[in-house]
């Protein structure tokens, strides 16, 4: 795997085209995703929808947020600096690990992934062992909405192999 100090993507296209996408996915299997954590983790219905809804409201935050990664502008206005203006410019500059927990497996999930998506950076996934098809179904909806192979990354395995 190999890493760049720029994005494959412009932020336009991660949110716009990829994150919005992957919304737009979710919201369309919210039924099947409600049922997946009902049965993985034994959840009422009514937590298992507010879960997927947070999931959604995350994901629109995200998409939102990419046309704003991009840093600020600082006037230098004193001493030897006055009449010129310095700045800064931010880059995503690697790998997200995320470890997630089993009582929430998707929510919190996408409160790590959906902002290093929206800068970015590509994410490696270690899933709760009692949880991993939230993580797993994840994949695939990110497959789907167009994210570049290599983007998502589930590792699962039991906690001592992590």
């Known amino acids: 795997m190999r890493i760049k100090k720029k994005a494959e993507?412009?932020?336009?296209?991660?949110?716009?085209?990829?994150?919005?996408?992957?919304?737009?996915?979710?919201?369309?299997?919210?039924?099947?995703f409600i049922d997946l954590i009902i049965k993985e983790g034994g959840k009422p219905k009514g937590y298992?929808?507010?879960?997927?809804?947070?999931?959604i409201v995350t994901l629109k935050t995200a998409a939102a947020e990419t046309v704003r990664f991009?840093?600020?502008t600082v006037p230098l206005d004193f001493g030897a600096g006055e009449g010129k203006t310095a700045f800064t410019r931010r880059f995503p500059i690697g790998i997200v690990a995320c470890i997630?927990?089993?009582?929430?497996?998707?929510?919190?999930?996408?409160?790590k992934v959906a902002p290093a998506l929206a800068v970015g950076c590509s994410v490696i996934i270690k899933p709760a062992p009692q949880a991993?098809?939230?993580?797993?179904?994840?994949a695939e909806l990110i497959k789907e909405a167009g994210y570049p192979s290599g983007v998502y990354n589930a590792l699962v395995c039991d906690i001592p192999v992590a």
């Open 100 to 111: 997630t927990p089993f009582n929430f497996p998707l929510n919190l999930l996408l409160h």
């Open 9 to 32: 993507l412009s932020p336009w296209k991660r949110g716009a085209n990829h994150l919005e996408k992957l919304t737009e996915l979710l919201q369309e299997n919210k039924d099947a």
């Open 48 to 55: 298992a929808t507010a879960e997927i809804d947070r999931c």
């Open 132 to 138: 991993p098809l939230s993580t797993l179904a994840l």
């Open 70 to 72: 991009s840093g600020e």
